[in-house]
């Protein structure tokens, strides 16, 4: 019984956004292709990251994972960005805003 409980309980909180997505986190797997500070133009892009705005890098993930934006190298983007869920793609776009010198 404690476990059914147990699960509810957690289903309940995954449903909720309890467990909140950590920008920084997910950011990990940018490193290679953005730099640490999403300074780095990436192979086939024409701007760092962490020059645009928080709404820009919002709409320009969604639109990869949509596979309606991107340039040359957008196939890694696209499979990048189709793993993340809006609350990821919030949570990064506000980690690289917040990499702002």
């Known amino acids: 019984m404690k476990k059914i409980i147990y699960s509810c309980l957690v289903a309940s909180m995954l449903a909720s956004g309890a467990y909140a997505a950590d920008g920084a986190t997910l950011f990990k797997k940018c490193i290679a292709c953005h730099g640490k500070d999403a300074s780095k133009v990436?192979?086939?892009?024409?701007?760092?990251?962490?020059?645009?705005?928080?709404?820009e890098i919002v709409e320009a993930l969604k639109g990869y994972r949509a596979k309606t934006f991107g340039g040359k190298a957008k196939k890694t983007m696209e499979i990048q960005a189709a793993k993340l869920s809006d609350d990821d793609i919030n949570a990064l776009a506000a980690y690289?805003?917040?990499l702002k010198k």
């Open 96 to 98: 690289i805003v917040s």
């Open 42 to 55: 990436p192979p086939g892009g024409e701007v760092a990251s962490v020059t645009l705005s928080e709404q």
